[in-house]
Every structure is written in structure tokens, then in C-alpha cells.
């Protein structure tokens, strides 16, 4: 836990003059140092690193593309002519327009000054922040907006969706052919069977005369055995 004494006197900048600078990586994420002189906005009051941290948070708002960045607090130093520098770190994604709001501003004295700054590869913005403007934005070249980006991934998604309901569309009438198909053809076959067993058998051979092996047995000729003419009168 570090705890700062600022004093009153040795300034590091003009008084009721404060610098934010920020730099854009090419990654996204942006990362802000912060200076103010030592007697602003402080009064010499020792803070711990938890009060700056608060200050930092409930302070300063980062935005990329209109959506809010989530800082970190990555702490604080004096400055060689004792001002007090706070770095912090936004976790923003890549975007085509970053803004920074300075709300602590609206806490400090009427006549607080900030120049804020923000540094992007191709591109900057400088602008003097006051109580009552205290927002500064920097659009930054070859960079598509979220937004635009966001409808394009939307409708990739609308146009997939559509070829997969087509698709299982197809899909589902083709297994119901083809399942109506294999009913027919088993109907078929059942029909086929019932009909071969109810077929009459051949008259000249009565399943009377059929032997114990069925019709390919031995089967009894319809008409007695020649006696070669033994027995007549």
C-alpha cells in the first residue's frame, strides 16, 4: 500500500493545469497517463493506492466505437517537479473512433484546465478539456466501425442460417421418400408371400396323397397298381 504526500509548492506545470494523454495500440487496448500538478487535485492529502485506483475508475471513461472500455489501474509516481502521474490501462478492441470523458473535471476548481490528448497510428486530436466539455474523441483512418462490422457479421449469420433450414429442409424429405419407399417395397414382399401360400395345390395330386416328406416325397399315383391281369375272371 503506497501512500503520497504531494506539497503545495514546486509544480510540475502551470497551476489549474493538468495533462491526459492517450495512446491507441494498434491491438486496441488504450493506455492513459495522466498529470496533474502537485497541488491539484489533491491539496496534499496522502492517498493510498485504492483512492487513486477509485479516482481513476469513477473519473475517467474510455470508449470505442460507443461502447465503454473496461480500465485497470496500473499506478501512480511523482513526477521529478512533483506532480502526480496516474497510468491506467483500457481494454478496448480494435475501432475506428475512441473517446475519453474526464468527469473529475466537473469536480475540480472553475478555473481547472486538462489538455488531453489522444495518439493513434496515422492520427491525433489535441483539444483544452474543461468542466463543461470535458469529452475529446479521435476517429481514427482504415479502421471500420464496430457497428458496421457487427450488421455485416449479422447478416453472414441470417444467410447461413437460411442455407442450413434449407438444407435440413431437403434432408427431411428425402429420408421421408425413402422411408416410404421401404414401406412400399416391405408391403410388396408381405403381399407376394400371402399370395404364393394361398395358391390352390395341383388337383392330380390331393394333399391326401401327398407322403410324410410333403409333395416332394413319394406320392401315390391317383389309379391302383396294374396286377398284369391276374385275378380277372
Not at 499506478?75 to 502526480?84: K, N, P
Amino acid at each position: 500500500m503506497v501512500a503520497l504526500f504531494l506539497p503545495r509548492t514546486g509544480l510540475a506545470h502551470t497551476l489549474g493545469l493538468s495533462v491526459a494523454e492517450l495512446d491507441v495500440t494498434p491491438e486496441g487496448p488504450v493506455a492513459a497517463h495522466i498529470t496533474f500538478a502537485s497541488a491539484e487535485p489533491l491539496g496534499g492529502t496522502p492517498l493510498r493506492d485504492e483512492d487513486l485506483k477509485s479516482f481513476v475508475a469513477q473519473g475517467v471513461d474510455v470508449s470505442a466505437d460507443g461502447t465503454h472500455c473496461e480500465g485497470t489501474f496500473e499506478g501512480s509516481s511523482v513526477t521529478e517537479a512533483d506532480g502526480l502521474r496516474l497510468d491506467a490501462m483500457y481494454d478496448c478492441p480494435v475501432a475506428s473512433h475512441v473517446e475519453v470523458t474526464l468527469y473529475y473535471l466537473s469536480a475540480l476548481s472553475p478555473g481547472h484546465r486538462e489538455v488531453a490528448r489522444i495518439v493513434a497510428s496515422g492520427a491525433s486530436v489535441e483539444g483544452l478539456l474543461t468542466g463543461e466539455r470535458r469529452a475529446l474523441g479521435l476517429d481514427i483512418p482504415g479502421r471500420v466501425p464496430r457497428t458496421s462490422a457487427h450488421a455485416s457479421t449479422g447478416r453472414r449469420l441470417v444467410g447461413l442460417t437460411a442455407v442450413f433450414a434449407v438444407f435440413m429442409a431437403a434432408l427431411f424429405v428425402w429420408r421421408w421418400r425413402a422411408t416410404r419407399r421401404r414401406d412400399a417395397g416391405l408391403q410388396m414382399t408381405e403381399h407376394d408371400s400371402r399370395t404364393a401360400s394361398r395358391e390352390p395345390p395341383n388337383p392330380a395330386f390331393p394333399p391326401s396323397e401327398w407322403g410324410e416328406g410333403g409333395s416332394d416325397s413319394c406320392v401315390k399315383p391317383p389309379f391302383p397298381h396294374s396286377d398284369g391281369g391276374k385275378g380277372r375272371g
